[in-house]
Nanobody, 125 residues
């Protein structure tokens, strides 16, 4: 089993930056694709970014491309999401997930096997 715990959320003004992190425990996640999702109030959970097990491949939702950067540190069992040029519409609970590459394109994100409980990011206008 893998436990994922997110941290780093908070309140930031529009145009600002924030980095959220996720640490895994229980077993190594070095062989998993790691991803970030988010869920805004009243909306469905949506994909944000993913990174392959080696870190060699990344994939972003169009809404965050060029503003967000996903990275990972397999030695520390961690994944990060650097968020720049934040907008009020980025306000959401951000979730870390571990699973198979491409799972963000499946119904109900089938293949993302492990999920954290989320960290709240609020962007004020």
């Amino acid at each position: 089993q893998v436990q994922l715990v997110e941290s780093g959320g908070g309140l930031v003004q529009a145009g600002g930056s924030l980095r959220v992190s996720c640490v895994a425990s229980g077993r190594t996640v070095s062989s998993y694709t790691m991803a970030w999702f988010r869920q805004a109030p009243g909306k469905e959970r949506e994909f944000v970014a993913a990174i392959s097990w080696s870190g060699g491949s990344t994939y972003y939702a169009d809404s965050v491309k060029g503003r967000f950067t996903i990275s990972r540190d397999n030695a520390k069992n961690m994944v990060h999401l650097q968020m720049n040029s934040l907008k009020p519409e980025d306000t959401a609970v951000y979730y870390c997930a571990a699973g198979a590459w491409g799972s963000w394109n499946t119904p109900h994100y089938f293949g993302m096997d492990y999920w954290g409980k989320g960290t709240l990011v609020t962007v004020s206008s």
